[in-house]
């Protein structure tokens, strides 16, 4: 067969190969057969140089004339498909179904567990209050009844920005400020971040507390046992029992400590045989510290001396943690969203 003839060969067969083809593969596998650089094409040229001379150009320009006629084909072949899968693309396409929707964001816990602790503060009638979180030593320490020197300051190890400022390793420095502002009676909450130089698996040197602070006249540790009752079972369940242990505080006298029963195990100490994995098997949980506010902290405050009054204050990371039952203090301060997009 002469070249011209072999040539003129290829459209026709090419066009049987695209009328199979239906894929971007298929194509592409036709045009490396006919085009590709030792494909049909490639190879009848391959023949030219054998050709006598005066043969040549004829046979040169039906070559060209035929790569044009292939390479149109196979345009109008693609062309072909991407609007056959365009089509297929609308007909699947249901206009009628809902977007994705990004997340908007949320609350974090510890916000969310701050509001509700002082929405039930609020409905008990408190106020909110707030504070500095870089403080002086007298608001931090001394006006609570910690003068310099005075070894209950150990109690917190304190970070210290010049002798005399600190960051305020208590909210308990609001009260100061607060009854500075205020003349009794008051009844205050107040939420925030404290600081302490501290870091492991169960501490952070940053956290939170709810300070809370009730005077009056005759303000009692009965109203004290009562309001902080009325919040662990508004808190924690309607079924939750409350005990007072004997504590110190510097700025409370007498001071208490208040345990809950544990919300897992509901005060048993184990659940199936084995030691409760919260309350550690003693059925109770340690929630806050209160106390009847010490007459020295009045005197720093010019309230009048027959004033009383209680105070208050609780750790939101461990309320936080044992109302969405939460193993691991970390996972507040690692901000994954994975985590934190199930807290709305
Ligand atoms: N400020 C104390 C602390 O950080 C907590 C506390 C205990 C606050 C007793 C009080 C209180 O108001 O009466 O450990």
């Not at 404290?194 to 109203?223: C, K, W």
């Not at 009045?298 to 193993?327: K, Q, S």
Request: glycine share 8%; hydrophobic share 40%.
């Amino acid at each position: 067969m002469d070249i011209i003839s072999a040539l003129e060969s290829l459209a026709p067969e090419l066009e049987q190969g695209l009328n199979q083809a239906s894929t971007a593969e298929d194509l592409e596998s036709l045009r490396v057969t006919f085009l590709g650089r030792k494909g049909r094409l490639a190879s009848i040229m391959s023949a030219l140089p054998s050709l006598e001379p005066a043969e040549r150009p004829a046979a040169g320009k039906a070559a060209n004339r035929v790569k044009e006629e292939l390479t149109s084909l196979f345009e109008a072949h693609r062309a072909k498909l991407l609007a056959r899968a365009e089509d297929e693309f609308v007909q699947r396409f249901d206009p009628t179904l809902p977007g994705r929707q990004p997340w908007e964001g949320s609350s974090h816990p510890i916000t969310l567990t701050m509001e509700k602790i002082c929405s039930v503060f609020q409905k008990l009638g408190f106020d909110i209050e707030g504070g500095p979180e870089v403080e002086t030593d007298y608001y931090n320490f001394e006006a609570l009844n910690l003068p310099p020197e005075h070894p209950a300051r150990d109690m917190q190890d304190t970070l210290y920005i010049t002798d005399n400022i600190v960051l305020r390793t208590q909210t308990s420095a609001v009260q100061v400020h607060a009854m500075e502002r205020r003349k009794p009676p008051l009844a205050i909450v107040a939420p925030g971040k404290v600081y302490r130089r501290d870091s492991d698996i169960t501490h952070t040197p940053m956290f939170h507390q709810v300070e809370g602070l009730m005077v009056g006249e005759n303000v009692t540790l009965a109203h004290l046992r009562g309001i902080l009752t009325a919040f662990c079972q508004a808190m924690f369940g309607a079924e939750t029992r409350v005990r007072f242990r004997p504590s110190f505080f510097p700025f409370t006298e007498p001071s208490a400590e208040v345990d809950i029963s544990c919300c897992l195990c509901h005060g048993k100490g184990h659940s199936n045989g084995t030691p409760c994995r919260v309350c550690k098997g003693t059925g109770w949980l340690e929630i806050l510290g209160c106390g009847m506010v010490d007459p020295a902290v009045y005197a720093y405050v010019n309230y009048p001396a027959d004033i009383t009054g209680f105070a208050f204050g609780l750790g939101v990371e461990r309320v936080a943690m044992l109302t969405y039952g939460l193993g691991d203090l970390r996972m507040f301060f690692e901000n994954d969203a994975r985590f934190l997009r199930q807290f709305v």
